[in-house]
């Protein structure tokens, strides 16, 4: 009896913090992975089904308060990391954020160009391409190009900066105001805002899509 | 090279929901707008991995119905509270116990490597803050 239980230790109730869990979960995964029982892009590609739900709404929140509230975005542009505490998010464990502002004459993209270091609380889940070594090596040598692939050509006359998001420092891109939304309320403007439009790699929505 | 932008196809999103609304206690299960929902990204690995490898490997759905339904029972047996419980950290438990039954994963050896990846400083290699921008591309295309 007692030899049985040594043999198949039950996995029953062990208290578990968040971090041993999701370390679990990881080591469930490689080691699945190097048996080739199963393929990273096969479960890369069931996680992508539901990516936006734990999507950036709260980054969507704050850029549209930016929009409508110029002495936030001042605060914002400055130290995002506690004018985000101010719009209730927290959890950043002392890493600290930063928020570029795109212009008529600069865009600005997002990278992590060794590993996935994302904005998560504000963000939430990455996006599978970002941890792609294809996105994170050619958004460095070829910004335009990549920003083509996305749907979105900026034009010769405007100035492009990729930013590099580490582990101390995170970054996310406050995109221009979408025209027609005169008169948009908060809400209606958070509506535009997409996940990719934060990372840099797409326009908002516009009132017409 | 792998595509940047790819996309699940469009009856995925069905085939899951199919499997998820007969798994056990499934109105327990974290929702938003009807929709199932992930706060953590752990979750929605353990969720994805074993909706993957159902599809990859064809085992029946109802092993790991059966695998959730009795690491739900240990839980309820072995604490006094029962509304305490995570679903996905019940839904971790019961993989495990799949993955050990049907000899993919032995319990030591996700131990080992659970072990390994703690001990692993976070982010190891890219903890300073990069304050310039790696790459500006001018305007008028001069970099």
Not at chain 2, 70 to 75: L, R, T
Request: contains cysteine.
């Amino acid at each position: 009896m007692s030899l049985e239980h040594d043999i198949h230790p039950s996995p029953g109730i062990v208290p578990r913090s968040d971090e041993e869990i999701a370390a679990r979960v990881k080591a469930m995964e490689a080691i699945l992975v190097e048996k080739g029982l199963i393929g990273s892009d096969a479960i890369d590609y069931m996680s992508s089904v539901y990516e936006h739900e734990v999507g950036p709404q709260l980054g969507a929140k704050i850029a549209a308060r930016a929009w409508t509230d110029p002495e936030f975005k001042q605060r914002l542009l400055v130290d995002a990391t506690s004018a985000c505490v101010e719009m209730g998010v927290g959890g950043m464990q002392g890493e600290e954020m930063r928020v570029l502002e795109n212009t008529d004459s600069v865009r600005n993209m997002v990278v992590c160009t060794l590993c996935s270091c994302y904005p998560w609380p504000v963000l939430g889940l990455p996006p599978n391409w970002y941890k792609y070594p294809a996105y994170r090596a050619r958004a460095v040598r070829d910004p335009r190009g990549v920003m083509a692939e996305f749907g979105l050509h900026v034009g010769d006359d405007i100035e492009i900066r990729i930013w590099d998001s580490s582990a101390e420092l995170r970054y996310w891109v406050l995109p221009q105001r979408p025209g027609g939304t005169d008169g948009f309320t908060e809400e209606q403007l958070a509506a535009l805002v997409t996940r990719d439009s934060l990372i840099g790699v797409a326009d908002p929505l516009t009132p017409e899509n | 090279m792998q595509s940047i932008n790819e996309r699940p196809s469009d009856d995925t999103k069905s085939k899951l929901k199919s499997l998820v609304d007969v798994l056990p206690f499934s109105e327990r299960i974290p929702r938003r707008s009807d929709d199932v929902a992930f706060d953590k990204a752990w979750e929605i690995r353990a969720f994805s991995m074993t909706v993957a490898l159902h599809e990859k490997l064809g085992f029946p759905w109802e092993d790991f119905q059966q695998e959730l339904i009795a690491a739900i029972h240990v839980w309820e047996s072995r604490q006094s509270d029962l509304s305490e419980w995570s679903y996905y950290e019940r839904w971790m438990a019961a993989l495990e116990e799949l993955a050990r039954t049907k000899g993919w994963v032995s319990t030591p050896e996700l131990d080992k490597r659970t072990d390994e990846i703690l001990a692993q400083p976070r982010n190891a290699h890219h903890q300073q803050p990069l304050r310039e921008p790696v790459t500006v591309v001018s305007a008028e295309g001069k970099a």
